[in-house]
């Protein structure tokens, strides 16, 4: 018999599902569609986005209250996936923290890590899916503003209680 460690995330796959454990809690979910991590995708922000591999799509809604400078956002955008290293200061926080302190805080369920969106502007990254937005992209007071909306978004937090 087997064991994986307690900060592991073993994994057992069967008949197009997955178990997983993580933080003492498990997981079946549907196997996930494969993912080539290293592409890069073309966003027109006036256009709806769908992303690879059923993570859902992407789209930019002006009506409703928003977070990102409709000024700041370039007409085109590019989305990528995480390769590691990613820094990011999203809005609110006075410094840059490394995108995976970020993933890890907010209980970003390991496996979906590498499938957010990035969404970059050239090689700024602007924001992560629609849970961040960069400082440096954000609406001030008063200013026009979007929100990006990300739909079908699949559950990549964890159901336990934060620890």
Same mark, same amino acid.
């Given at each position: 018999? $087997?064991?994986?460690?307690?900060?592991?995330?073993?994994?057992?796959?069967?008949?197009?599902?997955?178990?997983?454990?993580?933080?003492?809690?498990?997981?079946?979910?549907?196997?996930?569609?494969?993912?080539?991590?290293?592409?890069?995708?073309?966003?027109?922000?006036?256009?709806?986005?769908?992303?690879?591999?059923?993570?859902?799509?992407?789209?930019?809604?002006?009506?409703?209250?928003?977070?990102?400078?409709?000024?700041?956002?370039?007409? #085109?955008? #590019?989305?990528?996936?995480?390769?590691?290293?990613?820094?990011?200061?999203?809005?609110?926080?006075?410094?840059?923290?490394?995108?995976?302190?970020?993933?890890?805080?907010?209980?970003?369920?390991?496996?979906?890590?590498?499938?957010?969106? $990035?969404?970059?502007?050239?090689?700024? $990254?602007?924001?992560?899916?629609?849970?961040?937005?960069?400082?440096?992209?954000?609406?001030?007071?008063?200013?026009?503003?979007?929100?990006?909306?990300?739909?079908?978004?699949?559950?990549?937090?964890?159901?336990?209680?934060?620890?």
């Amino acid at each position: 018999m $087997l064991a994986a460690s307690v900060d592991r995330v073993p994994r057992v796959a069967w008949d197009g599902w997955e178990m997983r454990r993580h933080r003492g809690w498990l997981y079946c979910e549907q196997k996930l569609p494969a993912l080539d991590a290293g592409q890069e995708i073309e966003w027109h922000t006036h256009a709806l986005l769908q992303l690879p591999a059923s993570l859902g799509s992407l789209r930019i809604s002006p009506g409703e209250p928003g977070r990102l400078s409709a000024a700041k956002l370039p007409a #085109t955008l #590019t989305v990528r996936f995480r390769v590691g290293g990613e820094t990011l200061q999203p809005a609110g926080h006075a410094i840059h923290h490394k995108l995976k302190k970020l993933l890890q805080a907010s209980a970003i369920l390991p496996w979906w890590r590498e499938r957010l969106p $990035l969404i970059y502007a050239g090689k700024q $990254l602007v924001a992560v899916g629609d849970l961040w937005i960069a400082a440096e992209f954000a609406a001030h007071d008063g200013e026009p503003a979007v929100s990006i909306v990300w739909e079908q978004r699949p559950t990549i937090v964890g159901a336990h209680p934060r620890e």
